[in-house]
């Protein structure tokens, strides 16, 4: 079902969570972006990569002691128990034989359980009985995360890895330089949970709209050889009446100034009208916390020589090659960068976390990519490398923090 919108008949395994069957495709223009249909009939390995990258990756942090706590072998199976119901997109599945509403069970108009969330981030449960009603169950990502009903709004919680559990104050610096340079962000907060640190950010998507992830605009079109994964995806979205050129200047530069390591093509991409199926836009950006160095030590941060990068390129220098147009920055916006780094770590619990010495590596680090970025910018001469191939990441797959 796409929102109330019949789809596919399909048939699940109950013993894997899989796809085994395909049968009648009813809405073809509402199947997931990027499943092809030909002579009426769906690509079935298509809509089951789709269908296990909507569920729990196996390599999240703590996922294996949840699966033996709920007693359930795989992932996949809670995409089950929850009609696969998302906060992310309107997509779930029906059993047949019901008259399940959209409306009166989706998660963007009615509470849902706290059980599953409460597991995957350890908590440990006294009683066997779960309620499995739950968005958690479709959250992708490798670090611990829940969703949360706050105040009546939907958010993401999500923690960081060790050892020094950085990825959250991260989130918050990064939409505060956001906030700076005047680009459309999703902006998040810190909380502490038993001293712990999250990240917490509320959902930018609506019971009408969709997020669609890059990956799926990609497969939208066949990649030639010679293009590049840029332009590929500059292509795709201009083929669906997108010009997204302005929004990705804005998204490699940002990444470029945090250093950004994990941008990949699942956390970022397009929104879109579900029943409609009218294309809106880019997304705003999120999901930045990979950055500053979050896994090196002091010294390496200083350095920048371990710095990875993605979604188009391996290295931050030749992907900001690909910037069309520097004119909308004001570095005066960014004078202040290391006070803003600085007021984001300053409270006594991030110090068993992130000491001084650590801190200052971020912010001299990070003022040096900035004073970098104006002289490159000064010196640009309009002509952007986006056909060339050069050094294009291969795979983009998403960091599992298991070192």
């Known amino acids: 079902m796409h929102k109330r919108i019949p789809v ?9 969570g899989f796809i085994s069957k395909v049968y009648e ?17 769906a690509d079935r390995a298509a809509l089951n990569a789709w269908w296990t990258d909507r569920s729990i990756p196996a390599s999240r942090s703590g996922v294996q002691e949840a699966l033996e706590t709920l007693d359930i072998a ?22 047949t034989g019901t008259d399940l509403k959209w409306d009166d069970i989706n998660f963007f108009d009615h509470a849902f359980s706290d059980d ?7 908590a440990k449960k006294e009683t066997a009985e779960f309620d499995f ?12 995360k829940r969703w949360k009903i706050l105040n009546g709004q939907r958010c993401l919680l999500k923690g960081g890895s060790n050892p020094f559990r950085q990825q959250p104050f991260n989130e918050v610096i990064a939409s505060r330089i956001m906030d700076c340079l ?18 917490i950010c509320q959902d930018f998507v609506t019971r009408d709209t969709e997020l669609i992830g890059a990956w799926r605009i990609f497969q939208t079109q066949k990649k030639l050889n010679d293009v590049s994964v840029y332009q590929h995806y500059v292509n795709c979205c201009e083929a669906l009446g997108i010009d997204v050129v302005p929004s990705l200047d804005r998204m490699i530069v940002v990444d470029y100034i945090i250093a950004n390591e994990d941008r990949h093509l699942n956390n970022f991409g397009l929104i879109r009208e579900a029943e409609s199926l009218k294309w809106i ?32 390129k391996n290295h931050h220098e030749e992907q900001l090659k690909l910037v069309s147009s520097f004119e909308w920055i004001d570095f005066t916006k960014l004078k202040d960068v290391g006070e803003l780094i600085r007021s984001v770590f300053d409270d006594e619990r991030a110090a068993q976390f992130i000491d001084k010495k650590r801190i200052d590596s971020i912010v001299t680090s990070t003022e040096k990519r900035i004073r970098t970025l104006e002289e490159y910018a000064a010196g640009f001469n309009g002509k952007s490398a986006a056909r060339l191939t050069e050094d294009d990441v291969k795979k983009n797959i998403a960091e599992n923090y298991v070192k």
């Open 25 to 41: 495709v009813y809405a073809p223009e509402h199947l997931p972006v990027g499943i092809s249909v030909k002579k009426s009939i």
């Open 8 to 16: 596919a008949q399909m048939e699940l395994d109950d013993a894997t």
């Open 133 to 144: 009603s739950s968005p958690d169950n479709t959250s992708d990502g490798c670090l611990k």
């Open 182 to 199: 005047g680009i459309e962000y999703i902006a998040y907060d810190l909380i502490w949970d038993e001293e712990e640190p999250y990240s």
């Open 281 to 312: 836009g880019a997304a705003p950006i999120f999901d930045s916390g990979s950055s500053f160095g979050y896994d090196m030590l002091p010294f390496e941060i200083l350095s920048g020589k371990r710095v990875t990068c993605k979604p188009f």
């Open 74 to 95: 795989d992932t996949k199976l809670l995409l089950v128990r929850c009609f696969g119901l998302s906060l992310s997109d309107q997509y779930w599945i029906r059993p």
């Open 116 to 122: 599953i969330g409460d597991i995957l981030l350890g």
